[in-house]
């Protein structure tokens, strides 16, 4: 199995930084792309950014200039770096990668984390 355990969320104030992680772990093969996704109360989950092994990026418009993603390969972790953080920001955030499990390396499964919360509040 492939697990993926998120970090770095909190309450921060309109305007502010965050940092959240995501590190894999397990039975890894190879991991392809890893993304970040939010859900807020009442709304459906939304792609927020994605990365591919390659690093080409991938981010909703309405995080674009101010939400960075990044990836260590050598590491199993994606990043996502979160400035100039708005009220609308506040969801949870789950860790997304699309990776190969040792035992069936011929299938690329689709791997979530348990989520960390992010609100923005004064």
């Known amino acids: 199995q492939v697990q993926l355990v998120e970090s770095g969320g909190g309450l921060v104030q309109p305007g502010g930084s965050l940092r959240l992680s995501c590190v894999a772990s397990?039975?890894?093969?190879?991991?392809?792309?890893m993304g970040w996704y939010r859900q807020a109360p009442g709304k459906e989950r939304e792609l927020v950014a994605a990365?591919?092994?390659?690093?080409?990026?991938n981010y909703a418009d309405s995080v674009k200039g101010r939400f960075t993603i990044s990836r260590d390969n050598a590491k199993n972790t994606v990043y996502l770096q979160m400035n100039r953080l708005k009220p609308e920001d506040t969801a949870v955030y789950y860790c997304?990668?699309?990776?190969?499990?040792?035992?069936?390396?011929?299938?690329?499964?689709?791997?979530w984390g348990q989520g960390t919360q992010v609100t923005v509040s004064s």
């Open positions: 997304n990668a699309q990776a190969r499990d040792l035992n069936y390396p011929s299938r690329v499964g689709d791997y």
């Open positions: 990365i591919t092994s390659g690093s080409d990026t």
């Open positions: 397990g039975s890894i093969f190879s991991i392809n792309a």
